[in-house]
């Protein structure tokens, strides 16, 4: 008996952005059958069976529920007669698909649930983990070496999931479609994934394993004046303490060509600077985003009063400030 298909063909920023555990999720409650598949850069690819109905309600809801980083470009809809016949829902092998348009979108802030798991003593392969993700954050554009969007085409490859850690493993979570790291293609813990290490000014490793520890003495030595190089996502930030003139006029020393221009500050939560900046909703809202810009905002009157140094943006009315956007930042502020 020949079945009716619906192929459907979805370009836009659908790659890295959880689009496809959540395709199979609204598939799986409308009780429908087939495939969905990353085409290269030419999106996502599903092949579904089942009552008209249910296909149409399931068409109609994509855009109102797809995930907030996903950008749809465009929709196309055939239905088909085939002779096969669909027994389950699955999300198949990738195919080397290509087209033009956008399919990535830029590194991803951590969620507040990864926050919360990373501050959990009892989840204790995320506890105090700085490399925390979901399918819904974490590095995309980054870890990407060519597409189409699959872990064995990442930097992740170097870490596979662990298949025994407790209370669940990486590799459990990855395949079970109630967890939010269903099919993340970026996330580790502390058992399957890169670790942090600390290094002094001579590059000799401070020998330990344990990321608490690491965590003391860096906030330690930045408390007293010190200069660290946080590597983070895509790169290497130098943070100090912005409240003493002699740090950062000593780090001015350091960077040799920006003796003037303005440094960016970054705060654990807007609340502690709403008294010295003027902070418009626009500008509340682009600096709480998933991408955490940094935004310039004016000083307000009572800036004098604040602790910041006057050389972080010498003679501006503005500064640049970004919120913590990685595991590492929330767990350094934690500290300091």
Do not use: W
């Amino acid at each position: 008996m020949k079945q009716i298909n619906y192929n459907v063909d979805i370009t836009g920023i659908v790659q890295g952005v959880g689009f496809r555990p959540f395709l199979y999720n609204l598939a799986r409650g409308l009780d429908l059958k087939g495939q969905i598949v990353n085409r290269g850069n030419a999106g996502v690819r599903l092949t579904l069976q089942g009552e008209e109905g249910n296909l149409e309600a399931f068409l109609g809801e994509i855009e109102k529920k797809k995930p907030k980083i996903a950008f749809i470009e465009s929709i196309k809809v055939i239905k088909a007669e085939s002779d096969k016949i669909f027994a389950s829902l699955a999300i198949g092998k990738s195919e080397e698909g290509r087209g033009i348009s956008l399919t990535l979108p830029p590194d991803i802030a951590i969620c507040e649930n990864c926050i919360r798991d990373m501050r959990n003593p009892d989840l204790q392969k995320y506890y105090n983990y700085p490399f925390i993700a979901c399918a819904v954050c974490g590095p995309r554009f980054t870890t990407v070496r060519e597409l189409p969007y699959d872990r064995e085409r990442s930097t992740m490859i170097k870490f596979p999931f662990c298949k025994k850690a407790k209370p669940e493993s990486c590799m459990a979570e990855y395949s079970d479609f109630q967890n939010r790291r269903f099919h993340a293609q970026t996330f580790t813990c502390s058992v399957c994934g890169p670790n942090y290490q600390l290094y002094d000014k001579e590059k000799t490793s401070i020998k330990t394993d344990l990321i608490e520890e690491i965590l003391k003495i860096a906030t330690k030595r930045i408390k007293e004046g010190e200069v660290a190089a946080i590597k983070g996502i895509g790169g290497v930030h130098l943070v100090c303490l912005a409240n003493d003139d002699k740090i950062i006029l000593e780090l001015r020393r350091r960077k040799g060509k920006r003796k003037h221009k303005p440094f960016a500050l970054m705060v654990p939560n807007l609340e502690i600077i709403e008294d010295y900046f003027n902070i418009s909703n626009k500008e509340r809202e682009l600096l709480t985003s998933f991408r955490r810009p940094i935004v310039l905002l004016e000083k307000s009157r009572n800036f004098n009063g604040s602790n910041i140094s006057e050389f972080v943006a010498p003679s501006l009315n503005n500064i640049g400030i970004m919120l913590p956007y990685s595991g590492i930042h929330y767990l350094l502020l934690d500290h300091i």
